[in-house]
Nanobody
Framework: QVQLVESGGGLVQAGGSLRLSCAAS????????MGWFRQAPGKEREFAAA????????RYADSVKGRFTISRDNAKNTVYLQMNSLNPEDTAVYYC????????????WGQGTRVTVSS
């Protein structure tokens, strides 16, 4: 089993920044990709960003590209999401997720951390 614990959420004014962290523990020996998803009030969960563990390649949703940066610390099994130029539309619960190979779905999820951006 893999456990994911997010931290770093909070309240920030529009234009501000936050950095989210997600620490993976347990059977982490075969991480393929970790990602961040978010769910705004009344909306479905959506993809935000992802990073591949073997080559650091990244992917971003168009809505966050240029403002968010995903990175990782392999030694700590931790993935980060640096969020800059936040706007109220970024208000959501942010979830960290992990997949163990290319074909598998994201099979492990954290409990989520809430980000609120005030105007």
């Amino acid at each position: 089993q893999v456990q994911l614990v997010e931290s770093g959420g909070g309240l920030v004014q529009a234009g501000g920044s936050l950095r989210l962290s997600c620490a993976a523990s347990g059977r982490t020996f075969s991480i393929y990709r970790m990602g961040w998803f978010r769910q705004a009030p009344g909306k479905e969960r959506e993809f935000a960003a992802a990073i591949n563990w073997n080559d650091d390649s990244t992917r971003y949703a168009d809505s966050v590209k240029g403002r968010f940066t995903i990175s990782r610390d392999n030694a700590k099994n931790t993935v980060y999401l640096q969020m800059n130029s936040l706007n109220p539309e970024d208000t959501a619960v942010y979830y960290c997720a992990l997949k163990k190979d290319l074909i598998a779905a994201y099979g492990y999820w954290g409990q989520g951390t809430r980000v609120t951006v005030s105007s």
